[in-house]
């Protein structure tokens, strides 16, 4: 209902049964890619480790498939430790060869729409000064953007929610939750070997 259909991808909200697709997502950022999303140098334990804490009940995420693979990801995280009413920080990660199509203004718009629809004061995002995509995707929402040390801060203050809003994401999540379970059961599936899926329908029979 609310998914968007991007160059042949969906963007959806991410659940933990989407875990094992986000961690592989971050794993395949190159070494420049992986700097510009944490500011910093990191390696596959790393990322491991981060994909591992990325659902909890403060943390929401959408991402972008294609052909069941996601190919980029956008989070809200509190900063407050409330996601509801507090400051909240957004981040992103697009693999390179599925940039320039649109695909981080539609995360965005969801990252923004959930941080509105959650009373958030703020968002803040936090790109190094030569991240030009992040500069040009937190501009197209009216972020203020100020330098801090040697990378860009911005801040984008969060208009309150109303009807549209709160359905949208509603619908969102809901359509979302169950692409994601279907998902799940392929996947599940597709692991199970052919004697067994037989054996199991002999016993049905």
């Known amino acids: 209902m609310e998914q968007a259909i991007i160059h042949g991808g969906v963007v959806r909200r991410l659940w933990p049964a989407d875990f094992p697709a986000l961690c592989d997502h971050l794993l395949r950022l190159d070494s420049q890619s992986r700097y510009d999303r944490f500011a910093m140098a990191v390696n596959d334990d790393f990322l491991i480790r981060y994909a591992e804490r990325c659902f909890g009940i403060d943390d929401l995420i959408y991402g972008y498939y294609v052909d069941g693979v996601l190919r980029g990801a956008g989070e809200l995280r509190s900063v407050s430790k409330k ?3 507090g400051l909240v920080e957004a981040a992103f990660s697009v693999e390179s060869e599925w940039r320039r199509r649109g695909v981080g203004t539609e995360l965005m718009s969801r990252i923004v729409r959930a ?3 959650r009373r958030a004061e703020t968002i803040y995002m936090t790109c190094l000064a030569q991240n030009v ?3 040009g995707l937190a501009r197209k929402f009216s972020a203020d953007l100020r330098f801090e040390t040697d990378d860009q801060t911005g801040k984008l203050v969060v208009r309150s929610p109303n ?6 994401e ?3 999540n809901a359509t979302s939750f169950a692409t994601a379970m279907l998902d799940l059961q392929t996947r599940v599936f597709s692991m199970q070997p052919r004697g067994m899926y037989k054996a199991q329908r002999n016993r049905r029979a």
């Open 83 to 85: 996601i509801f009413g």
């Open 115 to 117: 941080a509105r629809n």
């Open 133 to 135: 995509a992040m500069q």
């Open 163 to 168: 009807a549209a809003s709160v359905w949208g």
């Open 170 to 172: 509603f619908a969102d």
